[in-house]
């Protein structure tokens, strides 16, 4: 990060604003719903006993779901797909807990995709005994910052707990506060490459460089005392709670000469932050997407990693043959079709795309 003098250089440009993820749980009526109980848990422990499979392939209702061999405590079945997961219990209250995913939430929008929960409930003849309840909700801000012109000292924050990740001396996060209330400041080229993969974002912002993230991450409690308990009080209050958060709770300032951090002036980039806080909320986002570009990266990163595994066959050749130039590509190449054939079973090879091809499908 370079020298906080150069505020005035930075123009940052706002790609992206929304939940980025939101955890929801559900009373729904379980007694009189069209789920076979009995056949799920066979289900669930059929996908268990399978030796390389990791979940069962399931429609019910209006979805596809991947069925997980486990639960999580405390419910017992876990359903899974690109766009939400679902925990189920047959005699729980609440007696569902969803968490609709990023993918789904930006590229469906939050309405759209909680509207496609609740028919998936319809289709099930699930009935809510009482008001959803919203646990946790995560705000992004992305933007694109051809300068990173910021040091952690420059954030003034009421949180107690405050901790930062760097990488080769160069700050990658910031983070501020735990439990009810994260805030965090990062850069999400470098969260995809060595996490997420959700490459996906990519056509969302039409760039591939210099994004950072503002994040906000507000669980259950902090929630409750902004009103917010069901689906449209989030809706309706959402933009009172960030802002107070982005000017009561953290902020980040440029540096000037008072002794007293809280009069220094709001950094650039924390002033369109609470501009753009003070438009919602009216927020999210349902945006078209080239499907094929996120696999194209994809495609690209593996070639990438199988590139460096055939530099190290190179060398295992040269150790084996000492007194020979050093192989070139195509020679590796020519050597490792031969060898992969005392690897490769057709109908192993067949029954493995396939299951891969399903997990893909239902975002595993």
């Not at 069901?230 to 982005?246: F, I, R, S, V």
């Not at 990693?305 to 060398?315: A, D, N, P, W």
């Not at 054939?341 to 067949?350: A, I, L, N, S």
């Amino acid at each position: 990060m370079s020298n906080s003098s150069q505020t005035q250089k930075i123009m940052p440009k706002l790609l992206l604003r929304g939940i980025d993820s939101l955890y929801v749980s559900y009373y729904l009526d379980t007694v009189c719903c069209d789920i076979d109980w009995d056949q799920l848990a066979y289900l669930k422990e059929k996908a268990g006993n399978e030796r390389k499979q990791r979940f069962g392939d399931i429609t019910i209702g209006s979805e596809r779901f991947a069925l997980k061999p486990y639960g999580a405590s405390p419910y017992t079945f876990v359903l899974s797909n690109r766009f939400f997961d679902v925990r189920l219990g047959e005699n729980m209250h609440p007696s569902c807990h969803v968490q609709y995913k990023s993918e789904g939430l930006w590229k469906e929008g939050m309405e759209n995709l909680t509207g496609r929960f609740e028919t998936w409930c319809q289709s099930m003849n699930f009935h809510p005994l009482k008001p959803e309840v919203v646990s946790r909700a995560d705000w992004a801000f992305d933007y694109q910052l051809p300068e990173v012109d910021f040091e952690p000292s420059d954030f003034i924050s009421r949180a107690t707990k405050k901790a930062t990740w760097e990488e080769h001396n160069t700050v990658q996060t910031i983070q501020f506060g735990r439990g009810d209330i994260v805030i965090r400041v990062y850069d999400k080229i470098a969260e995809i490459e060595q996490q997420s993969d959700k490459a996906w974002f990519f056509e969302l912002w039409g760039t591939q460089n210099n994004v950072w993230r503002i994040e906000f991450q507000v669980r259950t409690e902090r929630l409750k005392r902004a009103g917010i308990r069901t689906l449209q009080n989030l809706k309706d209050l959402q933009g009172d709670l960030l802002y107070e958060l982005a000017t009561g709770h953290t902020s980040l300032r440029t540096p000037g000469s008072d002794s007293n951090k809280s009069r220094w002036p709001y950094h650039a980039l924390w002033c369109d932050l609470r501009d753009q806080i003070l438009t919602m909320p009216r927020t999210g986002l349902i945006c078209e997407i080239d499907e094929s570009k996120p696999i194209d990266w994809m495609r690209y990163q593996n070639v990438k990693s199988i590139y460096g595994h055939l530099k190290r066959l190179g060398v295992l050749r040269f150790a084996q043959n000492g007194n020979e130039p050093i192989p070139a590509l195509e020679r590796v190449l020519e050597e490792l079709s031969h060898d992969l054939k005392r690897h490769h079973h057709p109908v192993q090879w067949q029954s493995d795309v396939e299951g891969k091809i399903k997990a893909f499908e239902l975002g595993q």
